[in-house]
């Protein structure tokens, strides 16, 4: 029962804290924090229990969870980071009342919807709880209501209902295929299908859906847009635990359903490089703070894919040990990332409540004389780059060195496999770059305004106790985990691989790789982030506009071409009985739905936001009282163009899924 307790434990606590905080918004706050306590508190106790649940007669298999040594760890990690963003939350928000109750009970919900992901014991367990969370961490984007916020948001909500729709499909065909989605039983019904074709079918589906949440490109547009607009505690959950939701289920389909499937191995690893050297591309060249940092999310989800790339290839070779390895790099870097980002997006957010921006220019010299906030930095970014005795570079290590035996091992692609080896160590130098451009412009430089840095100098608090322990509490786990002793055995624990535990992490060749990828960093700081990228004393982004893929491909696409797709793909297909009708049916499908969501959608969202969502008034503001009709009135006669640009740029995120699906079986089958 404890584990149900872990899942809708905190469902139950969201609504208990919306109802306090329309009441007291003190004892709201820490009865979050209580809540987030008492949940790591479960997870600690059921860490090494292993215990398994399965509630019947729900979705036809029922939802079922299950703790084992991967699944306990992630349960840990995400009661720390809820746990650790909540008690730093108290601070961030305090001068801050306005939608606070919307926000807690969304966090809160979040909370358990995450748990039931990685608690779950089958596809279908994850994909349920996963759709909860797209729709509940929203939210957190739009939570300024900012028209930047706004965008982001519906930015987000659009790929998730893509990702969800598309994601959908890949679990039917899955089921079809196989027969089940139990990760106890999925692996030998998958060696036993008679339909591997569309088997494969159902895994591009999936890495598609599951890789919109992880931040995978190319439906990672969300990512580098939502993190700066929303709250720093949001974004440290966001980047740390959210994206890993999406590595969890593309994981969990490799393992138990196409490990040794090595078409599907090489389309992961492929997607997965150009993840990680893009992501690593847009962080240096970012000007603001959580942009960079959010930008060096997707290129640790990455390298996480690379992993996992790996793991498939190696595999489908017979190389047990070289699986094992890349294995255990990934799931460890999936926990370093986890809890790296939790301490870099809290220092952002010291930075943010002090000054309110988050342009480097601006912030230029401010953490000078922040002893702890320099020290809680530091240490974030030398474990994100990599750095020996940090806990980046171990798990970097291992998936270097999961490359280095697919090069030996996988003799058709070693070609390949040795340019994504320097791929590999380039990102990981220009991770480096960024993190040093940072720190140095942050914690070292002086601002160019004299009268702004002499104002810096003299203000030497910049949080208090509470944040402090957050914020330096969690940067010490960059040391800790950055033992080889410790690593190895928490690898060991998540992937029972033996060999690990006699990983020598600190030989000669494995600090080569390290020591070459710092070069890098060291090489392109000093020529091109202080040469290139600050002009006239000043941090300038060169990155064009124009190449923002959301705005020059996905939305001119889908909002001026989608329907002439299904024209065209009804013509390609001439008198077939299927396909051509289905394509009408779609493009007439969604003619219907525009409508009716142009009447209707808005309008519900404005009503529920009148009543039951209602915020409770800020103390002081003025209010005219129009009265309830009126107000609606009004704000209903400004909806039309929203409604317009919004909802129907949703439902051509649905039709352009419905399409991907059936390219998707259309070119695997025929």
């Known amino acids: 029962m404890m584990i149900l307790c872990m899942v809708f434990g905190p469902f139950i606590c969201g609504i208990i804290a919306y109802m306090i905080g329309r009441k007291n918004e003190n004892f709201r706050d820490v009865f979050v924090i209580g809540v987030t306590g008492a949940e790591l508190v479960l997870a600690l106790l059921l860490f090494r229990q292993l215990p398994s649940f399965s509630i019947p007669d729900i979705l036809a298999g029922g939802l079922t969870f299950t703790m084992d040594g991967f699944r306990s760890v992630y349960a840990v990690v995400t009661a720390v980071m809820w746990a650790g963003t909540t008690l730093f939350s108290k601070e961030y928000f305090k001068e801050e009342r306005e939608n606070l109750n919307r926000y807690w009970f969304f966090v809160i919900v979040t909370l358990g919807a995450t748990e039931g992901v990685m608690l779950s014991g089958d596809l279908m367990t994850a994909f349920v709880f996963f759709e909860i969370l797209s729709f509940t961490s929203f939210t957190w984007v739009i939570h300024e209501e900012t028209p930047g916020a706004v965008r982001a948001g519906y930015t987000y909500l659009f790929i998730a209902v893509i990702g969800g729709l598309v994601l959908f499909m890949g679990l039917a065909l899955l089921q079809f ?14 060696s036993r299908s008679e339909k591997p074709e569309m088997i494969f079918a159902a895994g591009v589906c999936i890495l598609f859906g599951f890789g919109c949440k992880a931040g995978m490109f190319p439906v990672h547009v969300w990512l580098p847009k939502a993190h700066p607009v929303a709250p720093s505690p949001a974004s440290a959950l966001l980047s740390g635990i959210l994206t890993k939701v999406g590595i969890y289920g593309i994981l ?32 240096l060249f970012s000007v603001n703070l959580k942009r960079t940092l959010a930008c060096s999310s997707m290129s640790q989800i990455g390298f996480i894919l690379t992993g996992v790339g ?7 070779k017979g190389s047990g040990e070289g699986a094992g390895i890349a294995r255990s790099g990934l799931m460890l870097h999936m926990t370093n990332h986890s809890l790296i980002k939790l301490t870099l997006f809290m220092a952002a957010g010291v930075v943010v409540m002090n000054l309110h921006t988050l342009n480097l220019d601006d912030i230029r010299g401010w953490g000078r004389n922040k002893l702890f906030l320099k020290i809680s930095f530091a240490l974030g ?72 840095q002499a104002r810096y100098d003299g203000d030497r608090h910049c949080m208090n106790a509470a944040s402090t322990a957050a914020v330096f509490g969690s940067s010490i786990l960059m040391v800790v985990l950055g033992q080889p002793y410790v690593s190895t055995r928490l690898a060991f624990l998540m992937t029972g691989f033996e060999e690990i535990l006699h990983f020598k992490a600190f030989t000669w060749e494995n600090l080569k790789g390290g020591l070459i990828s710092l070069g890098i960093g060291a090489l392109v700081y000093v020529f091109i982030v202080r040469r290139v990228l600050v002009r006239e004393d000043s941090y300038v982004n060169l990155w064009p506009e124009k190449l923002d893929l959301e705005e020059l491909v996905y939305r001119p696409l889908l909002t001026k071409y989608l329907p002439a797709v299904f024209g065209f793909v009804a ?32 309008g519900t969202i404005l009503l529920l936001r009148k009543t039951i969502l209602r915020e409770k008034k800020v103390k002081g503001a003025e209010s005219a009282h129009p009265g309830l009709l009126r107000t ?17 740029f949703a439902l051509m995120m649905t039709c352009i899924g419905i399409v991907i699906i059936l390219c998707t079986i259309i070119a695997v089958i025929f």
């Open 381 to 452: 970014a030398l474990g994100i780059s990599g750095v020996p005795l940090f806990n980046g570079y171990i798990s970097k290590t291992l998936l270097h060195e999961g490359i280095v035996e697919g090069i030996h091992e996988c003799h058709a692609y070693s070609g390949l496999l040795s340019v994504i080896e320097w791929i590999f160590l380039a990102s990981g130098g220009l991770t480096f770059a960024y993190m040093l451009k940072l720190f140095i412009c942050i914690f070292v430089e002086r601002n160019k305004d004299a009268a702004r």
């Open 177 to 190: 295929s196989a027969g089940t989605l139990s990760f106890a039983d999925l692996r030998e019904a998958v």
């Open 252 to 283: 969990m389909t490799s393992l138990y359903a196409l490990l040794t499937h090595e078409t599907f191995g090489l389309l992961v690893l492929v997607l997965g490089v150009i993840t990680m050297a893009l992501g690593a591309v847009l962080a």
């Open 632 to 648: 609606l009135s009004i704000e209903l006669s400004g909806a039309a163009e929203p409604i317009t640009s919004n909802f129907t």
């Open 571 to 602: 013509e390609m297909f001439g008198e077939n009985k299927i396909l051509r009708p289905l394509c009408r049916f779609g493009l007439a499908l969604a003619t219907v739905l525009v409508r009716i969501l142009e009447i209707t959608l808005d």
């Open 310 to 316: 790996m793991m498939i290839l190696l595999s489908a």
